[in-house]
């Protein structure tokens, strides 16, 4: 494949939330229509997912949990927690994008490199979800990965300003899989859990220290681990302007820290599936630019280094 794989389904948007709801459901779509108008992707690079089905989510999550969800039985407080109302297009969006991270993965083995024009949705627990986050995506398509020949390690690389409570749970015995979550400290979620590497920042931190500490983890992580993946959570709730963020980093910043970790990704010859995390301004125009500097990311070094298989 010349150009690089970008996976991509309409259900990502097509969920009716109140006027006054935080999470900015319209994103995916907007940024879908944003990559096409800048000329960053054509439309023969998506491609689109098959849904998850229900023994590929139970394979991690509770088989109770994950069958109360879909039938839209589950507890009230637990749909709480999530923070959307159950319907029918919220199970098929959980679906399709959840299948998403799975083949943005697989893709990526293939050729190199590839991108989601969604998941990251690392709050969600084996019994529950948490925080918009329903399924697991990272953990479910890690450990699916490791079912592909010559993946024997992957890496869980969350940039997202949240730290990665789902994932460190879930993948906390799965000994071929590293978690490393660099985030906000005083963030949510309030009781952080245990990945292999966190990186706690403070609120306020700014391009240099964080740009500073992506690198050297980064670096560090393919060193010791030799991945035969990364999963790469680029979220950019790290933007100084972020809602739900804290953290002082420029859209300058967002292009720079991708570049580095798609650079550092293909300097080592380790695939990278990337997906784009949490981001919660309402500023569609603005928060598709933001999330497009990854794609742009991946386009420059793609471009200039060919593919890799």
């Known amino acids: ?32 229509n944003y990559l096409l108008s800048q000329g960053i992707a054509t439309p023969s690079q998506f491609i689109s997912p098959t849904k ?23 507890d009230s407080k637990l749909m709480r927690r999530i923070g959307f109302p159950w319907s029918e297009h919220l199970v098929e969006r959980s679906l399709y994008s959840v299948a998403g991270t799975a083949l943005t993965c697989k893709l990526a083995i293939k050729h190199g490199c590839a991108l989601h ?50 994932t460190a749970t879930m993948m906390a015995t799965q000994e ?9 400290q005083q963030n949510f979620p309030s009781r952080k859990q245990i990945s ?24 560090y992580l393919i060193r010791l681990h030799k991945p035969d993946l990364i999963i790469y959570d680029a979220g950019v709730d790290i ?10 980093v420029s859209t300058d910043g967002i292009r720079e ?12 010859k380790i695939p990278i599936a990337c997906v784009i ?10 928060l598709s630019l933001l999330h497009s500097q990854l794609f742009s990311a991946a386009n420059n070094i793609w471009q200039s280094t060919g593919s890799s298989s």
Not at 52 to 74: M, N, P, R, T, W
Not at 130 to 158: K, M
Not at 257 to 268: L, S, T
Request: negative net charge; contains cysteine.
């Open 196 to 219: 292999d590497y966190d990186i706690e920042l403070s609120r306020g931190t700014s391009d240099k220290d964080y740009l500073e500490t992506v690198k050297q983890t980064l670096s």
């Open 277 to 286: 995390g949490g981001g919660y301004s309402k500023d569609m125009a603005k």
């Open 176 to 184: 071929q899989i590293i978690t490393s979550s660099i985030h906000c």
């Open 257 to 268: 820290r991708d570049n580095e970790v798609i650079r550092q990704a293909k300097m080592a």
């Open 239 to 248: 933007h100084t302007d972020d809602n739900l963020g804290y953290f002082d």
């Open 117 to 166: 024009l969604s998941g990251g949705y690392h709050h969600a627990h084996q019994h529950f979800g948490s925080g918009y986050c329903i399924f697991n995506d990272l953990a479910l398509a890690a450990v699916h990965s490791l079912q592909i020949d010559n993946i024997e390690t992957v890496l869980i690389f969350d940039c997202d300003v949240h730290q990665g409570d789902g």
């Open 1 to 32: 494949m010349s150009t690089l794989p970008l996976v991509y389904h309409a259900s990502y948007s097509q969920l009716a939330l109140p006027s006054n709801h935080r999470f900015p459901i319209s994103k995916y779509h907007a940024l879908y």
């Open 52 to 74: 998850a089905d229900f023994e590929y989510l139970a394979a991690l999550h509770d088989q109770s949990y994950v069958k109360g969800f879909i039938s839209g039985e589950l």
